[in-house]
């Protein structure tokens, strides 16, 4: 499992708020769950996001993003979600 270097490129869509943002929006049933699994699953709900998998180490863009769905996980060698994967 590697992080792609860099993340897409941010895409708010005009929106000020993640309920602006098309498509399913947040996974709380994938906590606990393998990322690349998950990926899969939030990429086939939502077409429109890009799905990056990061340790909370990782930076991320601090602006809302529509495009894209991080998942934190406990380390990239497990890979397993800690926190609910969202939009934003």
Known sequence: MSI???PPRCDSLG????TCCPGKQSWP????MKAMEAKSII???NPNVTVV???TELYRVPDLCCNIVW???????NGVITSVPRVG
């Open 4 to 6: 792609p270097s860099p």
């Open 15 to 18: 929106c000020s708020d993640i």
């Open 29 to 32: 049933e994938l906590v606990g």
């Open 43 to 45: 990429e086939e709900d």
């Open 53 to 55: 998998i990061a340790t």
């Open 71 to 77: 998942i934190y996980v406990d380390d990239l060698q």
